[in-house]
């Protein structure tokens, strides 16, 4: 039950945190938030039982902090890419490599919008030549994320449920397997 994660979204319907599913509860019961989605289980204490939430609204507005300068490194390329190959929807974990869309060799550039995750075997393929040349698309664009605490839900894409999808940003759209609600 603890590892089961909970959507927390502003009062404006915007994604904004994953949290457990013990603390979208407390923040129930003290009613700074309500129900937008729930699952089929049940959290039971000794004197209550209460359905866990999927998805839940804060009933005020949380303004995000600024977002603090999101680094440009592997590690976040493959949470923004929800550890997916951008080619052939594989999850590879922490195994993904990261691989440049217009290779260096003709010019790409090192940048959010140039460099994808990529498992070995499509790396591999594409070597130093551009994905048409191989016979590989993108599953989606590259962008640079807006803020790191997107990227963070982002991160949790290639597990999210099913009923979150309609809140979460287009980057998280295509995600290769998703969870029961
Ligand atoms: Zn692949």
Redesign the pocket.
């Known amino acids: 039950m603890d590892s089961r994660r909970v959507l927390i979204l502003n009062q404006t319907f915007e994604p904004l945190v994953v949290c457990s599913a013990r603390r979208a509860v407390v923040l129930l019961f003290v009613g700074k938030a309500e129900r937008v989605e729930d699952t089929s289980q049940v959290m039971r204490s000794p004197s209550t039982a209460v359905t866990v939430p999927s998805v839940i609204r804060l009933h005020h507005f949380v303004r995000q902090p600024v977002a603090p300068t999101l680094s440009f490194n592997k590690k976040n390329i493959l949470k923004r890419d929800a550890y997916t190959?951008q080619?052939?929807g594989?999850n590879g974990g922490e195994r993904m490599t990261i691989d440049h869309v217009i290779p260096r060799s003709l010019g790409g550039r090192t940048v959010w919008e140039n460099v994808v995750s990529?498992?070995r075997?499509?790396n591999l393929k594409k070597g130093n030549k551009s994905p048409g040349e191989v016979g590989l698309r993108l599953l989606r664009k590259p962008t640079r994320p807006r803020s790191a605490s997107y990227l963070g839900i982002l991160a949790y894409a290639s597990h999210h449920y099913e009923c979150w999808r309609k809140y979460l940003p287009a980057e998280a759209e295509k995600s290769s397997t998703v969870g029961n609600c």
Do not use: N, S
């Open positions: 190959c080619y052939c594989r990529a498992c075997t499509c």
